[in-house]
């Protein structure tokens, strides 16, 4: 029995359903979850409007001559929704395919394993995966309307874009929004209370990122407090106040400052789950909560909100339940994608995390500027970054960490990430050749000059 039917819920039921499992998902919304319907899916589409309308605006520099490009946003959300529509009908079908029943409603877990769904069904399952995902947090003062505040779920239904919007926290998702909205024409200010954007990231990375921002225009105020607002007269805009006695006038504000577990409608009151004082549901290295028999994955325990850690959570859940070696995910080594404009890309840790835990380090930057591949898309804003731990003769031993920022790096991390999980040394992976001309030549240039023969770089 599973219940939630996002990437965490529905990863189990097709691996489960694949092995010949018998399984059952209690859905309440739609099978795909955040993931499909509020998130990944639909917040990239947008980006890649953003993309696209950069490229056009960008044409003349190529010899290509075009009209003066404007936006036509319902357009690019229709186009949204039928990305999301025919992946949310492969999704079922693939369920179907697999043999998964799916119960339409709200499930909750009792005593025994048995959930319940809201329509009164009661079901009895060997084992019970919990999924029930995560949902926008918000803060006092900015209470969503649907209007004025929005949150990532209502921003990805607009139909219009706003002319100016705050955006409160620079994280991963109000950094996305940011640099779609000011790409397509929004006038954007981020307002973080932290005094870097983006403050998961290697520094230098987010350097990057915060520099290509200011320089198209959005406004990052850091080490800022939000302390509520104040709509006009016709409600049609909002003055934000925060810092010290500062203010700014907006058509929109878009809340980002994360998300919160949905385990409050889950029932665990009369069963053995704990629950962490956020709300997370507390699980072991296996997922495994406090009740025999029932695990938890996804944006619901306390790891990484990505979908793709959800899919490595549910597949460690569906080993065990078969019977089969099943190992942790070492959730230190995951790989992570930001896909505002410059993209960021990383896996394993920052140069800080890594002398904060005690490593002595030897790192090598390499910027795009000087790749090819990069001059000719017309993109050659941003680095790789790779950080080794430093070997007593000083050179550089097993790579801890790689970090991209630049053109198409979420689509170039996996050697990133395949080394530092590998465990590899810089100079192993040093051996390995990059197609010419490509924008991986960056990643494979830093590693050579890690191991101290750069072929291009010092
Ligand atoms: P986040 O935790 O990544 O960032 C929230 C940001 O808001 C932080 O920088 C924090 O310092 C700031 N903040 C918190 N309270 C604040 C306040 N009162 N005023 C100003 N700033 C404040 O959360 P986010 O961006 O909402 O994303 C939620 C989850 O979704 C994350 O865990 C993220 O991993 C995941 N996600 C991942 C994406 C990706 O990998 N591409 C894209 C979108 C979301």
Redo the contacts with the bound molecule.
């Keep these: 029995m599973i219940i939630g039917g996002g990437p965490a819920g529905y990863a189990a039921a097709l691996r489960g359903g694949l092995a010949g499992l018998s399984i059952a998902v209690v859905e309440k919304d739609k099978v795909g979850g955040t993931c499909l319907h509020r ?2 899916i639909p ?1 990239k589409e947008f980006l890649e409007t953003a993309a696209v309308y950069r490229t056009v605006e960008g044409a003349k520099e190529f010899g290509v001559i075009t009209e003066a490009p404007s936006v036509e946003f319902a357009q690019s959300q229709a186009r949204k929704q039928k990305v999301v529509d025919q992946l949310w009908k492969g999704l079922q079908g693939l369920m179907k395919k697999r043999k998964v029943t799916t119960y339409a409603g709200v499930g909750r877990l009792g005593p025994g394993r048995t959930v319940t769904v809201d329509d009164g069904t009661e079901l009895v399952g060997r084992h019970v995966i919990l999924a029930s995902g ?1 949902q ?2 918000s ?1 006092p003062g900015f209470e969503v309307d649907g209007k004025l505040v929005l949150t ?1 779920d209502e921003v990805l239904d607009l139909e219009k874009l706003p002319e100016s919007a705050v955006v ?9 929004f940011a640099s779609m909205l000011s790409d397509l024409g929004s006038k954007v200010t981020i ?4 005094p870097k ?4 990231c290697d520094a230098d990375v987010a350097e990057v990122v915060a520099r290509s921002f200011k320089r198209r225009g959005i406004d990052i105020r850091t080490g ?3 302390s509520g607002h104040e709509p006009s007269p016709d409600a049609r805009s909002t003055t934000v106040f925060f810092g010290d006695g500062e203010m700014v006038t907006v058509d929109s504000v878009v809340v ?4 919160r577990p949905c385990s409050a409608d889950l029932g665990l009151e009369g069963t053995a789950v704990a629950v962490d004082p956020r709300g997370f549901v507390t699980v072991d290295e296996y997922m495994r909560t406090s009740e025999p028999g029932v695990f938890a994955a996804g944006d619901l325990v306390d790891t ?3 979908a793709h850690v959800g899919f490595a959570e549910a597949v460690l859940i569906i080993d065990q339940i078969l019977g089969e070696r099943a190992v942790p995910v070492d959730y230190s080594k995951v790989p ?4 505002c404009h410059p993209e960021v890309a990383f896996a394993g840790m920052s140069e800080q995390a890594a002398l904060e835990a005690g490593y002595e380090v030897v790192t090598k930057k390499d910027p795009y500027g000087g790749n090819g591949r990069a001059l000719i898309v017309g993109e050659p804003e941003g680095l790789v970054k790779v950080i080794a731990e430093k070997l007593p003769d000083g050179s550089a031993g097993r790579i801890l960490g790689v970090h991209m920022v630049g053109p198409w790096v979420t689509e170039q991390l996996g050697q990133g990430y395949l080394s530092v999980n590998w465990e590899a040394s810089a100079t192993e992976v040093a051996q390995y050749i990059q197609p010419h001309p490509t924008l991986s030549e960056t990643f494979g240039e830093t590693v050579l000059a890690l191991s101290g023969r750069g072929l291009h770089v010092g």
């Design positions: 998130g990944c917040a995560s926008p947090r803060i990532s409160i926290g620079g994280g991963a998702i109000g950094c996305e307002l973080e209370a932290l954007i983006l403050p998961g800022v407090a939000v980002s400052v994360g998300r990484p909100a990505l992570w994608c930001i896909y």
